[in-house]
């Protein structure tokens, strides 16, 4: 018997967008070292930053994105962030939820 293609959208999603991306990925291999100089940097750009306003966009989830640009040749500004929002490999690598606003 012939299935339906009946399409009903979750309402809840038990999996990360990092348990998605494979294991063997080379992204992984790229946030390591991309998480550990961040480490190194963090401190110079907490110094950059006030204390009393609205909080920002934090500087490693836009120097990531950045990053993805460059090794995806993405060609313009606005695509990275349609790519972010439905791309759970390139969300997994900036270090977005499911549900987080690009």
Do not use: T, W
Request: glycine share 2%; aromatic share 8%.
């Amino acid at each position: 018997m012939r299935g339906d293609d009946l399409q009903q959208a979750g309402m809840f999603s038990y999996v990360s967008p990092e348990q998605r991306m494979p294991q063997d990925h080379p992204l992984r291999a790229i946030r390591k070292l991309c998480h550990a100089m961040f480490a190194q940097v963090c401190p110079q750009f907490d110094k950059l930053y006030a204390r009393i306003v609205r909080p920002s966009i934090a500087p490693a989830k836009l120097l990531r994105a950045a990053l993805l640009q460059v090794l995806y040749s993405v060609r313009s500004d606005r695509l990275p962030v349609e790519e972010l929002d439905y791309n759970m490999l390139f969300r997994s690598f900036v270090g977005l939820n499911m549900d987080d606003r690009v």
